[in-house]
Structure formats: structure tokens, C-alpha cells
């Protein structure tokens, strides 16, 4: 079983940053791809960016790729979102996610994600 904790949430203006964590529990952490998504009120949950095992591949959603960048620290057990330019249609729950399969078979689907964080409320004001 893994735990992943999710924090760096906030009010913020758009154009501001923030910075995500997202800390994982266990001692596999460096075999599970890791993606991010977030849900806003009334819609779907939806993919915001992913990152390979290593750390050496990166996917990201349209409508962020040129703003945020996924990383990761295998030795601290964490995945990291930072997102620039912040615009009010980035506002969010935003979750991160694990992928026991460590994207063997390329980017999987949302719903084939393993472990899932509580999330962390991202607010963007105009």
C-alpha cells in the first residue's frame, strides 16, 4: 500500500507560482510513474502532467505544457509540480497519482492509476 500526500496549495493571483509536492510512503517509490490531475467543481477529473520512473521522461496536458514542469526526487520519495503563469482556469483540486507499472506500456489512462493523494486546492484570482 502506498500513501501519497499531497500539499503546496493556495490563493493566488494569476501570473503568481506555486510549487506542489507530493510525498510518497513506501520504499518502491522509484519504480512508479507518477502523474498529476486535477478536478475543478462540476468537471471531470483531467491530466495535467506525468513523469517516468527515472525521471527522464516528462508528459504534459496542452494547456500546461508551456507553464508547468513535473519533476521528481526518487531519494525524497516526491514528486513536484511547479506551475507558472498561473491563469483563474487552472483553479483546482489538484492530485497526484502512482502507476505501480511505472508506464512499462507507455502513459496510462487515468483510471489505471494505483494509488491516488487527497488532493490540495489550487486557487487562481483574476
Known amino acids: 500500500q502506498v500513501q501519497l500526500v499531497e500539499s503546496g496549495g493556495g490563493l493566488v493571483q494569476a501570473g503568481d507560482s506555486l510549487r506542489l509536492s507530493c510525498a510518497a510512503s513506501?520504499?518502491?517509490?522509484?519504480?512508479?510513474?507518477m502523474g498529476w490531475f486535477r478536478q475543478a467543481p462540476g468537471k471531470e477529473r483531467q491530466f495535467v502532467a506525468a513523469?517516468?520512473?527515472?525521471?527522464?521522461?516528462?508528459y504534459y496536458a496542452d494547456s500546461v505544457k508551456d507553464r508547468f514542469s513535473i519533476s521528481r526526487d526518487n531519494a525524497k520519495n516526491t514528486v513536484y509540480l511547479q506551475m507558472n503563469r498561473l491563469k483563474p482556469e487552472d483553479t483546482a483540486v489538484y492530485y497526484c497519482?502512482?502507476?505501480?507499472?511505472?508506464?512499462?506500456?507507455?502513459?496510462?489512462?487515468?483510471?489505471?492509476?494505483?494509488?491516488w493523494g487527497q488532493g490540495t486546492q489550487v486557487t487562481v484570482s483574476s
Open positions: 513506501g520504499r518502491a517509490f522509484s519504480s512508479y510513474g
Open positions: 497519482a502512482a502507476d505501480q507499472g511505472g508506464f512499462r506500456s507507455g502513459l496510462p489512462p487515468r483510471d489505471e492509476y494505483d494509488y
Open positions: 513523469i517516468n520512473r527515472a525521471g527522464g521522461r516528462t
